[in-house]
């Protein structure tokens, strides 16, 4: 008896130990085939030396949420105690916005003047139909400052158990890239050329606006290249990346050479050309046409140079965003979505994470663009759909190709390239040739640097409406949003990513979902199941126990 005793306090003792000691250590384990819980080291960077406190707030909080999205508050829970633990200055909270009737309404408005939109969701349980209003959204507030994180990975298209799914592989990066806006101040620069003919400012205002954000935007004009051409380059070397947003007025040789010595200092850039001149808007015209015509930008022999050749032909694919036409006459017309072969569709066949899980992207006479043998790499970024066909120039485009039987067999071209990223060390376009200006320094061979090229400037462009410019990539007559703008941010950000944030877009996370139809149609057998079996188990083992009790003391 006193040997029994002194095992049980000697094991009492070791478990008040243990437990005291791990009050101290802290230690979580993923065990996930994908480790969807362990953090990159990139997201860890981002939080390592915070020092105060990051406050975030979740709106995905309520009872009535369908299945997928429950999954989705739980996995956006786990990632942010996973957060939590790296740092613990990281607090977080979920909060229902509409659990108070008395305040929903308002609740409502006052988040959804902060940009933070419902999102109606149909839920199917228990073989019932219904609908739930939820707030995908997160706040994340760092000295003063408060970001809007997005939780939902909206895709066209997907279902919800798709969307959830999207959601989950988005998670860590959104919550990182807002940590990192939050904590880590704006030092690299950003020049959007001007003076060619480029995009003007409203027309880029929605990208601008969410650029800004991450880094210092300026305008940047290459018209002093003739007079001192050395300063020019100087000052533009000032910046880290440029953009040319849809230029229409051809390059100078000299201005080509300030941007060759650019790119061999190191430089980034981001191309948006069309080869083609043709607006969509210049078709509302009495005649309903107009005539594409090759644009002359004087850029193919850089690009040829760079590994890329941009074609001045138009691609028409039968997988496009449909165009809005008034049909009808006078009092008795109507708005109606019709096909348009013109404005192309592009995905990605690509994990590169500018691309990945990348809402589709929409385009307008876009251009084709071939890839050119060199050392330089090229990654396809987006590419047009296979029910594709090339159109040459000079022709004459009319919105009477909206009621047109269109013949599948005539799109035979397949997947046409529609925007390239180049990486490497790049060879000038002067190299081995008479040089128009005489600098100081004609580098022949570049640092190891990036480019960005897109075959169609519209990518960039966003509508104006009654002279408010609206967001990039939403289509105000379909409600339909399309992928524009965060192609266009995850671009920027890789060619400027030098800490790999923008890498943790390539994570594949794959979550399970249990099927709700059988879950209906199976849930009364189940029921039974695990309320009748433990009890049938329990019955049993107490006749056995009784029996073997009373033949051991029979005697």
């Excluded at 975030?56 to 939590?84: H, I, W, Y």
């Excluded at 507030?141 to 408060?146: L, P």
């Excluded at 004009?221 to 001192?228: G, I, P, R």
């Amino acid at each position: 008896m006193k040997k029994n005793s002194k095992h049980i306090i000697i094991l009492l003792v070791a478990l008040v130990g243990i437990n005291y000691i791990s009050s101290f250590v802290f230690k979580r384990f993923d065990l996930t085939e994908d480790k969807r819980y362990t953090l990159s080291a990139s997201a860890i960077n981002v939080i390592k030396d915070v020092e105060a406190p990051i406050i975030v707030d979740v709106f995905l909080s309520g009872d009535d949420f369908p299945a997928e999205f429950r999954r989705l508050q739980n996995e956006t829970k786990q990632l942010l105690e996973e957060f939590s633990s790296k740092n613990s200055n990281i607090f977080f909270n979920f909060i229902n916005p509409l659990e108070d009737d008395a305040t929903r309404e308002r609740n409502i408005q006052q988040l959804t003047d902060r940009g933070l939109t419902p999102m109606q969701l149909s839920v199917q349980e228990s073989g019932k139909a219904s609908q739930a209003i939820i707030f995908p959204w997160a706040l994340a507030s760092f000295n003063d400052q408060t970001v809007i994180i997005p939780l939902v990975k909206n895709k066209i298209g997907a279902s919800q158990q798709e969307l959830v799914t999207n959601s989950v592989q988005h998670l860590e990066y959104a919550f990182a890239d807002g940590f990192s806006k939050l904590t880590k101040p704006k030092h690299k620069k950003i020049a959007f050329l001007i003076g060619n003919g480029e995009l003007k400012g409203r027309y880029t205002e929605s990208f601008r606006k969410i650029l800004s954000e991450y880094y210092k935007i300026a305008p940047f004009t290459l018209d002093s290249v003739t007079k001192n051409p050395e300063r020019t380059l100087k000052q533009l070397d000032t910046f880290d990346l440029i953009i040319s947003a849809k230029p229409t007025e051809a390059f100078t040789e000299e201005e080509k050479q300030v941007l060759d010595q650019y790119t061999m200092n190191g430089g980034k850039s981001l191309w948006l050309i069309d080869a083609v001149a043709m607006e969509k808007d210049s078709l509302y015209n009495a005649t309903g046409s107009n005539f594409a015509v090759t644009r002359e930008l004087n850029l193919t022999d850089f690009f040829f140079k760079y590994g890329v050749r941009i074609n001045p032909v138009i691609v028409s694919t039968l997988y496009s965003a449909p165009i809005t036409l008034a049909m009808g006459e006078g009092s008795e017309s109507q708005f109606q979505h019709l096909r348009w072969p013109y404005s192309p569709l592009a995905s990605a066949n690509s994990s590169h994470p500018i691309v990945n899980n990348l809402n589709l992207v929409k385009f307008d006479f876009a251009n084709q663009i071939d890839t050119l043998k060199n050392s330089i790499k090229k990654t396809i970024l987006l590419e047009s759909a296979p029910l594709t066909k090339l159109e040459g120039t000079p022709r004459e485009i009319s919105l009477e190709v909206v009621t047109q039987e269109l013949d599948p067999a005539t799109f035979n071209k397949g997947n046409q390239n529609l925007a390239v990223l180049l990486e490497g060390e790049f060879t000038s376009v002067y190299a081995n040739r008479v040089k128009p200006i005489q600098l100081k320094n004609n580098e022949a061979k570049s640092v190891p640097t990036k480019m960005v090229v897109i075959a169609d400037g519209d990518v960039i462009k966003n509508d104006v409406y009654k002279n408010v410019p609206q967001e990039l990539g939403f289509d105000r007559w379909t409600g339909q949003t399309y992928g524009n703008k965060e192609f266009l941010l995850n671009a920027v950000n890789y060619l400027l990513d030098d800490d790999g944030l923008i890498n943790i877009r390539s994570k594949e996370i794959d979550v399970a979902f249990l099927n709700q139809e059988k879950i209906a149609d199976e849930k009364t057998k189940w029921q039974l199941i695990n309320i009748l079996f433990p009890l049938l188990i329990l019955g049993a083992f107490g006749v056995i126990f009784n029996f073997l009790r009373r033949k051991k003391y029979a005697h």
